[in-house]
T-cell receptor, first 115, second 116 residues
Framework: GAVVSQHPSRVICKSGTSVKIECRSLDFQATTMFWYRQFPKKSLMLMAT?????????EQGVEKDKFLINHASLTLSTLTVTSAHPEDSSFYICSARDNRDQPQHFGDGTRLSIL | AQKITQTQPGMFVQEKEAVTLDCTYD???????LFWYKQPSSGEMIFLIYQGSYDQQNATEGRYSLNFQKARKSANLVISASQLGDSAMYFC?????????????FGTGTSLTVIP
């Protein structure tokens, strides 16, 4: 079946550093990729949607300069958390889909901890 | 208004029994898809089952079935013969059609605990 690989699965870093999270589709072309953030005991929050070759569409309240998303190829999207602070600590999940008729396939997520 | 509503924050079921997880949705788009995901403690999201708005029959995948009642806008997940490994968080989700931008919405989730 379709597999989405997300890397790293866990990262711990100091406040002020930038962290890049990769999301790869392994056996299908991910025309669209989605980035979610999960808050404790709450549902996933959609942060942004990216289509290959286009600028990402950010949800209201999500700082585009803070969370840089690049979707340069049909198999790879990256989320860079710039100048990370403790409040950015969270579980980030990417998902991807081939086309509009297909369900999203989720990555395993990245646990980000900012000290 | 909430696009996806899951009214059961927590559910308990005896092992080998069936359990129904509720989900209602709200959309004016005639074309939409409904999904259920399982999220174990590891945090990953596991796709379980999908129902399209134009599908005539309820979707089934192994022990999972989706009780789709279009007029009521409900898409309940039924898990038959519950197993201990079914203990997890379950999310209902909806993707609207192209007319509304293919937006994807998740519910707040239901935590299912299977009791031995």
């Amino acid at each position: 079946g379709a597999v989405v690989s997300q890397h790293p699965s866990r990262v711990i870093c100091k406040s002020g550093t930038s962290v890049k999270i990769e999301c790869r589709s392994l056996d299908f072309q991910a025309t669209t990729m989605f980035w979610y953030r999960q808050f404790p005991k709450k549902s996933l929050m959609l942060m942004a949607t990216s289509n290959e070759g286009s600028k990402a569409t950010y949800e209201q309240g999500v700082e585009k300069d803070k969370f840089l998303i690049n979707h340069a190829s049909l198999t790879l999207s990256t989320l860079t958390v710039t100048s990370a602070h403790p409040e950015d600590s969270s579980f980030y999940i990417c998902s991807a889909r081939d086309n509009r008729d297909q369900p999203q396939h989720f990555g395993d997520g990245t646990r980000l901890s900012i000290l | 208004a909430q696009k996806i509503t899951q009214t059961q924050p927590g559910m308990f079921v005896q092992e080998k029994e069936a359990v129904t997880l509720d989900c209602t949705y709200d959309t004016s788009d005639p074309s939409y898809g409904l999904f259920w995901y399982k999220q174990p403690s590891s945090g990953e999201m596991i796709f379980l089952i999908y129902q399209g708005s134009y599908d005539q029959q309820n979707a089934t995948e192994g022990r999972y079935s989706l009780n789709f009642q279009k007029a009521r806008k409900s898409a309940n997940l039924v898990i038959s013969a519950s197993q201990l490994g079914d203990s997890a968080m379950y999310f209902c989700a909806m993707r609207e059609g192209p007319n509304t931008g293919n937006q994807f919405y998740f519910g707040t989730g239901t935590s299912l605990t299977v009791i031995p």
